[in-house]
C-alpha cells in the first residue's frame, strides 16, 4: 500500500514559483483577418491583440499541462511524491472524463495525489488558487499543484467574429504551499448565472453526436461581456483589494485576464492605479489563453524581470459563467 501524505493544519500559505509553457506558433492577424473580414488594424484596435500563439496539432493540451508544471515542480524543489492535490483549470481537455488532473498527477510524479478538474473557464486558475490556498492551510494537502490550461485552438471557428480570433494555446502551473506569513489573501468569487449564455459553445456535443450540428466552437456576445467586465469586475477587484487590507497603490503588479487590452486599461483607470504598478499586457502576443491566461502572464512578468519577487500582485479571472473570482497573492 502507498504511503499516505499526511499535512498539519498552517496559519498561511502562498505561491512558491509558476511555470510555463505556450504554444509554439505565432499566429499573426493578417492570417486570421480574412475568414472573419477583418484587419489587423481593427483586430489592434479593438482587443490590442498583434499575434497569438497556438499549439500545432500534434501538441496536445495534456502536454501544455506537463511542460508547464515541471518547470514550476522543478523550480520549486519539492519531491513531485509531496504533492497532496492536483487541480487543473480547463475548458478544453477533450475527455469529460475521467479528469485530466489525474493523468496530469500520474505524468509528473504526483502519484496518488488527489486530482480533478475546474470547469470555470477564464476564472478557474484564480478559483484552483483559492481551493489549494484552503486545503493547504487546512492541512489536507502540504504541497498543491495548481495548473490553467488550454489549447482553445480545438474549439474555435476560423470564420467567427465575437471570440475565436482572440484565442490562443498555452499552460500555467503554480505550486502552492505553507508559508510563515499571507502568502494568498481572502478569495472574493462567485458567478452571475443569470448570464450563463454570455460565452460559451454554439452547441451541445449531444447536438452534434446525432448529427444535428457541426463541431461546437467558442462563441460570445461581446458587448454584454466588455460591459460586465469593466463595471462588475471593478468592483470584485476593488473587494479583493479591501480583503486584502491594502490599497491600490500597495500593489507591485495587476494581472487581470488577458481578455481585451481595452478591458485592462479599462481596470487601471476604474482603480486609479499609480504609474507604479505593472500591469501585465500578455494579450498583446500571446492571446487570449483563458485558464491560463493569469499564471502565464505573471511569470512572464517575473521571467522578464518587470516586477521581483515578494510585492503584492491583484489577480482577477473571469469569464464563460459568467465565473469570476480574485485575490492579492505574495508574488513567487
Partial sequence: MKQ???SAPVAHSRIYVLGAARGSNIVTNDEIAGPIDSSDEWIRQRTGVITRVRAPQDQSLMDLAVEASKEAIEASGIDPAEIGAVILATISFPYQTPSGASLLSELVGAHSAAAYDI?????????GIAQADAMVRSGLAKYVLVVGAEKLSDFLSPTDRTISFLLGDGAGAAIVGPSDHP??????????????DKVGMTDSILDFRDGKVEWPTLVQEGQPVFRWAVWEMSKVAKQALEAAGIEASDLTALVTHQANMRIIDEFVKQLALPESVVVARDIADTGNTSAASIPLAMHRLLKENQVQPGGYALQIGFGAGLAFAAQVVELP
Fill in 183 to 196: 502568502g494568498i489573501a481572502k478569495t472574493v468569487w462567485g458567478a452571475d448565472g443569470a448570464n450563463w
Fill in 4 to 6: 499516505l501524505k499526511e
Fill in 119 to 127: 470547469s470555470a473557464a477564464c476564472a478557474g486558475y484564480c478559483y
